[in-house]
């Protein structure tokens, strides 16, 4: 299953990245410390994303894949090729990042455990679709970002890191999305490398990831 | 209305704190900075609550008053009866400190829009009672406490603001109500000389305060 293309790398941990925009965070996987964690291809379910033009020129193996025909989920035998491609490239670890439609099947039972997601929220607030609108219309003062494992639910996985943001007078969608977006960059190589690194304990629905209360001043 | 038993703080803004417990609430709006705010009446509806004597080592009135026949909520009659002893003394502001009862009918009718509360989660996150173990059996590795102006739901008003704590691996309930509620006894304080000193506006639901986006580094 490992590739072994690295020379020294045999112990790497071969990471997909499944995307439908721009790629911001992809591209902050593929250049961010993720431990042994190493983004080794690149999946789109829209073939005009900008995300696969950056994906070449990072040099990533990356293609567009069928979606199917439903607008926000897999049909079966798409989510069976979407796994069936990963489960060939010896895939160990699927981040999504921006992928704008539910997983839910196949891909769940082959890669289940084994699948990020980041949301931009501080989850179980603003689950779901336009999260940064919900939160400024809701009046938070503090938002930010999620990084959980995926389940069967929508954005209701297992957490595994949070990182928090000022949410201020005069921010609109766009500035507070873009606020949110730099945690997200430095939050989900975190989150990849702690899992690859096997830093991460499951109790009940709780992801632990070490840092314990003598750690903190 | 205004008693001037100050002197010169004739513009002072008389506030009344309601708690059935600890009172440690009630003790940092006391001593804290809330700006033209001052703490006049503490009032209880559970007759051995150490809050009263708290109130009574602080040279704050104090009194018990019977919230009616009920558990969780005040009979129509009592309701009436705490909202008249809080305007017969010139009341403008009313701050709920772990008061165990929900707030309905009269109180609500004279001091809509004057009565905060605070609530140990970053809500909407982890609304009612038990939010500290909510939130540790959730997984979440942020939360926190929010201020916020009491409407006829269950912490479901307009936020004034929020202060984030992390979650730890080995934290249980009594650590992490700890670690929010140090941040609970800088957020009421804070949130009380805002209202007092007239910096905040209310957008739909949101409570501006000021803090703009060239104000944050």
Same mark, same amino acid.
């Given at each position: ?87 060939? !490239? ?34 179980? @607030? ?10 400024? @219309? ?38 507070? @999305?873009? !606020? ?38």
């Amino acid at each position: 299953m490992m590739a072994g293309d690295r020379g020294a790398g045999g112990d790497d941990v071969r990471v997909a990245v499944l995307a439908s925009g721009r790629g911001s965070n992809f591209e902050a996987l593929c250049r961010g410390d993720t431990g042994r964690g190493r983004v080794v291809l690149l999946v789109s379910d829209n073939p005009e994303a900008p995300v696969l033009k950056r994906a070449l020129e990072l040099g990533v193996e990356s293609m567009y894949l069928s979606p199917g025909k439903y607008r926000t989920r897999f049909s079966e035998s798409a989510e069976e090729n979407w796994t069936g491609i990963m489960r060939d !490239r010896g895939i160990q670890l699927v981040c999504l990042a921006g992928l704008m439609r539910i997983i839910k099947g196949p891909m769940i039972s082959e890669y289940g455990g084994r699948i990020m997601n980041i949301h931009p929220s501080l989850l179980p @607030s603003f689950p779901g679709l336009d999260a940064q609108e919900k939160a400024l @219309s809701y009046g938070v003062t503090i938002s930010g970002c999620t990084v959980h494992y995926v389940d069967a639910g929508v954005d209701t996985g297992p957490i595994i890191l949070q990182r928090s943001v000022p949410v201020l007078d005069d921010d609109d969608v766009r500035s507070l @999305s873009d !606020r949110i977006l730099e945690q997200e960059h430095i939050a989900y190589p975190q989150a990849v490398k702690l899992h690859c690194d096997h830093r991460l304990s499951i109790s009940g629905r709780r992801v632990l990831s070490g840092l314990k209360r003598g750690d903190v001043p």
